[in-house]
């Protein structure tokens, strides 16, 4: 995270929401590789979460947004991120590329978007 802090690099980049009280009900991150075999398909967003008491009210999304954005303004036309779920980054605009294996060996979708596109 010092990395992200002090902007020594473009990777790894860490993104947090916070309510009126300055607690953290949202974040996300962005690494080389989220722990999956593919090596060559980076940089990945990861963690991406949000507080229960939260969900529903887009905020996933603007995350998802916000990082794209970002990551256009340096230069980097796609990003990559892998997950179990369906659907949902379908609808955040984000096309389905291939099953790929977690280092563990767990089979996750994997999925990218191009920003310079969106």
Not at 13 to 27: D, F, K, P, S
Not at 50 to 77: H, P, T, W
Not at 86 to 109: A, I, L, P
Request: glycine share 6%.
């Amino acid at each position: 995270m010092q990395e992200c802090i002090y902007g020594n690099a473009t990777v790894p980049q860490w993104y947090v929401v916070v309510n009126q009280r300055n607690t953290i009900i949202a974040g996300a991150g962005v690494i080389e590789n989220d722990f999956h075999k593919r090596k060559d398909l980076e940089p990945n967003i990861c963690a991406l979460f949000v507080e229960k008491d939260y969900r529903n009210q887009g905020i996933a999304s603007f995350i998802l947004d916000l990082i794209c954005q970002d990551f256009a303004n340096m230069g980097i036309d796609r990003l990559y991120l892998v997950t179990d779920l369906m659907n949902f980054y379908e609808r955040c605009g984000w096309k389905f590329v291939m099953h790929v294996r977690s280092e563990e060996g767990v089979q996750e979708r994997l999925y990218t978007t191009s920003i310079l596109d969106s």
